[in-house]
């Protein structure tokens, strides 16, 4: 569902929806992500009752997450004219959800290897979470780490650089139309000033 979702919405939005992306199918796959993230952090505090060593990091990330999904529900997703200026944060949030998708499918697949491995060597049992003492399957690591750190670190590092460069160009062009309008009042008042040094 988590690479399902947002490549169907991102696929529909040129197919069906003319590039706009409609607000009640973002809003559906933002809901999706509140209770995909709720259930995950309620899972591992029943773990955690049942005895099972999950470091507290992981339900503080879910719970961050689950408040990183309500706050999303609240975006306001333009429509028509010119939507697809309007969603582009939507779009690039989508394409993001892709990748993260592809990491967690990879990584998950290897952890229950892992568990797999440590239930048979008899350093586990079903309860249990995978940590890091014995190796999973040969060359599942080759594969997800580089996912893991590099591919998902570069999208993130050029979608971190896009929205400082777009920051920073908006803030500019704010601050030169602020000192256009400026000299122009300087400008106004000074011609006002001759004219009545000229009357008197």
């Not at 040129?14 to 709720?38: E, H, K, R, S």
């Not at 998708?101 to 049992?125: C, D, E, P, W």
Request: some cysteine.
């Amino acid at each position: 569902m988590f690479l399902l979702f947002p490549s169907i919405l991102l696929l529909l939005r040129w197919w069906i929806w003319d590039g706009c992306l409609p607000a009640l199918a973002v809003q559906m796959y933002q809901a999706w992500l509140l209770f995909l993230y709720t259930s995950f952090a309620l899972r591992e505090n029943v773990l955690i009752v049942n005895g099972s060593d999950i470091r507290p990091w992981w339900i503080y990330h879910h719970y961050l997450a689950m408040l990183m999904a309500l706050v999303s529900l609240t975006w306001e997703i333009k429509g028509q004219p010119d939507c697809s200026s309007k969603q582009r944060g939507v779009q690039l949030f989508l394409r993001w959800a892709i990748m993260q998708g592809i990491a967690m499918h990879l990584q998950n697949r290897y952890q229950r290897q892992r568990l797999r491995t440590r239930i048979a060597l008899g350093k586990a049992k079903r309860m249990d979470v995978v940590a890091g003492e014995t190796a999973g399957v040969e060359g599942q690591l080759l594969l997800l780490y580089p996912v893991l750190f590099t591919l998902q670190v570069v999208v993130c590092g050029i979608l971190l650089v896009v929205m400082a460069v777009g920051n920073f160009v908006n803030t500019m062009e704010t601050l030169m139309l602020k000192l256009r309008f400026k000299a122009k009042m300087k400008r106004a008042k000074s011609r006002q000033d001759l004219s009545r040094q000229h009357q008197n």
